[in-house]
């Protein structure tokens, strides 16, 4: 396969699943992994919300180098494709809040999922937005080995 085949199963993988499986760490190095409803920016930004107080959020706190996997749980045996993610995580910004969020409640809309503004995830609200930035994506190439991939 060639590196545009594979960014392009990298962005179908991206963009007909809706959860990600999100990897991190406390400070001591305990993992943890938790799913999470997800819209992306431009297959760089990965948007979510989430309470800070939840375990994956107060580990994204202390140690925001985190992982992901993007993939489709529901296909048989030995027909599974995935996409890996390096990134990096954090809360976003008070001063970005306004755009990221208006692109999570575009995805969120577009699947049924209603609409948000700043007002859901700042001041009382109990929930807040979350992104990882990614500094790396993979897909298993046909050696059942990680390629690096470009999925923008």
């Known amino acids: 396969m ?10 179908q993988i991206i963009d007909t699943n809706r959860y990600l499986t999100l ?6 190095g305990r993992p943890w992994a938790s799913p999470v409803w997800f819209a992306h920016d431009a297959y760089a930004d990965y948007l979510w919300v989430s309470r800070p107080e939840a375990r994956h959020s107060r580990n994204v706190a202390g140690r925001p180098q985190v992982g992901f996997v993007v993939f489709d749980s ?4 030995n027909q599974g494709r995935a996409v890996y993610v390096e990134a990096t995580a954090g809360m976003v910004p008070d001063d970005e809040v306004e755009s990221a969020v208006a692109t999570f409640s575009r995805h969120s809309q577009q699947h049924g999922a209603g609409l948000w503004g700043p007002v859901d995830v700042t001041g009382s609200a109990h929930l807040r937005l979350y992104r990882a930035r990614a500094g790396a ?8 080995r990680r390629t690096e991939v470009r999925p923008a």
């Not at 990897?23 to 001591?28: H, K, L, N, P, Q």
């Not at 994506?137 to 059942?144: K, V, W």
Request: no cysteine; glycine share 10%; charged share 30%.
């Open 137 to 144: 994506h993979y897909i298993l190439g046909g050696d059942d």
């Open 74 to 77: 529901t296909v048989p045996a």
């Open 23 to 28: 990897a991190t760490a406390d400070e001591s």
């Open 2 to 11: 060639t590196d545009d085949d594979l960014a392009g199963q990298a962005r």
